[in-house]
């Protein structure tokens, strides 16, 4: 019942609108100053199977709000291999890059995918690919092809092929989602009447630590995303949160109450070996580590109001690293090490921000009334974070400069603490 | 003396079974949640669900000061101002005949649940409702109650007894519920 309502519409701006069932409806609400045109061709034999590979790719490509879609239709005869192409074709329809590709079903039940993408200006064969797949993987092919597309045209690692997760509230019902970074295919991970908070996936993706109340209190659990077997972290006296792991996907910077007050410790990945890394009389939560292990950034109120700090790990040292506002909160690093995205509150408004470390310039990045835990795509790019609209919760993302913005909701729930999971090697 | 010597030693063996690593749960991958395990787990770890009330200083024949409504002992919540930890005058009749209650009865045990109103961070307000739990304990350990006695855990944002987004019923959020561990 509750997954036939979390059967969603799934509906993209920029093309026509179609029909598929997903847990987030996903809708684009800015777009980027600049985008690229690419014409991508259906591939030969695309319509004998029951999902279009092209159309996904086209809307991952468009979703990311970098690329314009140029039509693709009325070309004879269409294109499938990269010497079809005629340039003049794509030239006069205004496409700087063409994508043409085929389906070909094997004799074992598999299917033979094959792309070429063309740089239309220079007329040049950028990326040719054949992928050997079950008709069951077309969707992540897509991603996949996606992926390059964005990869050659842009230079940055596409996102497609990458997960997220994200906590719904249903009624009283509590559960953690992973779903294909497009909103589609959610899997329900773990559900609880107890509310579940602060999912953050390890660095080698096969895991996802998160806090849940089930048990009265905050516990810390590491569940298993192959086997679903789950194992509790953390459980001492007291509260336990705000899981973070390092790069090695090894150990968790956790916020324990066990000893006094909010601290931060680190705690191996099985529960074992917890040390403690901050001694202060004020809260000190929401660790983050450094892409390089080497530090960790941590809301603190040591100083009077919540900011945020940056812990060495090597000798101890603490410094502050904002200073603008009262309320600075809930610090995520860029992949880069160049930057950190959090939490700012303006007057009553809390919104996303963007600050450089060298610099020390902020960027606000969102305008709504309550957003909050900001998660970085492992490309750096977007930023999936948790918003309100009509007090439901919903997931928005917005591109980190600024321009691009997303909304994701789902119907009949309320969507919040999102996280995007790692690049898929 | 000898019976806080023992709770004191139970404690510490509490501890330790607490910071050993825990097993996998392995089972249902989709439906994790297990009430029958989750809830054993829950009472090895807190180490208070298992010591029953004892020494009523009403008696056994009496009825449960706790749930006398004319009791202060029956009322739980203490609520807070905007930002603040401070626990107000009004409450410290109340928290005195907690921490009375808690010296008198040396085998209770109770959990304080600090919460926050919505604004904020997840994280962060669970932090604050840690803080505000940790303050109504302190003045309850002024009262006579011991450490071991009291559990401080916290439900930031999470838990909110009215869902409106607005001043009253965020007034109504920022709180400490007490619990009586076995009620």
């Keep these: ?425 | 003396m000898k019976r806080l010597l023992v709770s004191a030693l139970c404690a510490v063996l509490v501890a330790a079974c607490q910071s050993t690593p825990t097993t996998t749960d392995a089972g249902a991958p989709v439906e994790e949640r297990n009430p029958s395990a989750v809830g054993a787990t829950g009472a090895a770890t807190t180490g208070t669900s298992t010591t029953p009330l004892t020494g009523s200083p009403t008696g056994a024949a009496q009825a449960n000061p706790l749930k006398d409504p004319s009791s202060p002992l029956s009322k739980r919540i203490v609520y807070f101002d905007f930002d603040s930890y401070v626990v107000k005058d009004e409450y410290k009749p109340m928290i005195e005949a907690h921490g009375r209650y808690l010296q008198a009865n040396r085998g209770a045990r109770m959990t304080i649940q600090g919460s926050t109103d919505e604004r904020g961070s997840r994280e962060y307000n669970i932090a604050l409702g840690q803080r505000r739990a940790d303050a109504l304990k302190k003045m309850l350990l002024l009262y006579g109650a011991t450490e071991i006695q009291i559990e401080t855990v916290s439900f930031g944002k999470e838990k909110p007894r009215r869902d409106g987004h607005d001043e009253a019923s965020w007034a109504e959020n920022r709180r400490d519920e007490i619990v009586f561990v076995g009620e």
């Design chain 1, 1 to 425: 019942m509750i997954r036939n309502l979390c059967r969603l519409l799934f509906v993209l701006g920029a093309l026509a609108s179609f029909v598929a069932r997903a847990q987030l409806t996903i809708e684009i609400v800015g777009g980027g100053a600049t985008t690229i045109p690419i014409a991508i061709v259906p591939f030969a034999n695309e319509g004998t199977f029951p999902l279009s590979v092209t159309q996904i790719v086209g809307n991952d490509l468009s979703r990311s709000g970098l690329f314009k879609l140029v039509d693709a239709g009325g070309v004879n005869p269409r294109p499938a291999r990269a010497e079809d192409v005629r340039y003049g074709d794509w030239t006069s329809r205004g496409a700087d890059a063409v994508v043409v590709g085929s389906l070909t079903p094997l004799s074992d039940g598999r299917v033979e995918v094959r792309f070429f993408l063309l740089d239309v200006v220079k007329q040049t064969l950028l990326a040719g690919f054949t992928y050997v797949v079950a008709p069951a993987q077309l969707r992540a092919t897509a991603h996949r092809i996606a992926d390059v597309i964005y990869e050659k045209l842009t230079g940055v690692a596409g996102v497609f092929s990458t997960r997220i997760a994200y906590i719904a509230k249903q009624g009283a019902k509590y559960e953690l989602f992973v779903a294909e970074a497009d909103g589609f295919n959610p899997q329900s991970i773990v559900s609880s009447i107890e509310p579940l908070l602060s999912p953050v996936w390890s660095p080698d993706g096969t895991r996802i630590a998160y806090v849940s109340l089930e048990n009265k209190k905050p516990v810390i659990y590491v569940q298993s995303l192959a086997t679903g077997a789950r194992q509790v972290v953390a459980n001492f006296r007291g509260s336990n949160s705000a899981p973070a792991w390092a790069p090695d996907s090894s150990k968790l910077a956790v916020t324990l109450s066990k000893d006094g007050g909010s601290q931060l410790y680190l705690i191996n990945a099985d529960g074992s070996g917890v040390q403690r890394l901050t001694t202060s009389a004020g809260i000190d939560t929401e660790a983050n580590f450094a892409p390089d292990g080497r530090s960790i950034m941590f809301t603190s109120d040591r100083g009077g109001s919540p900011q945020i700090y940056r812990l060495t790990l090597a000798n101890g040292n603490v410094e502050r690293v904002t200073y603008e506002g009262s309320y600075n909160v809930s610090p995520r690093h860029l992949p880069d090490g160049k930057g950190f995205i959090f939490v700012r509150r303006d007057g009553n408004r809390f919104n996303i921000a963007l600050q450089d470390f060298a610099t020390r310039q902020v960027q606000v990045l969102t305008q709504g009334a309550l957003d909050e835990s900001p998660s970085v795509a492992p490309n750096g790019k977007l930023v999936i974070y948790a918003s309100e609209t009509g007090g439901r919760g919903i997931l928005a993302a917005v591109s980190s400069d600024g321009r691009v913005k997303q909304r994701l909701t789902a119907a009949a729930s309320d969507v919040r603490e999102p996280a995007w999971g790692p690049l898929v090697k």
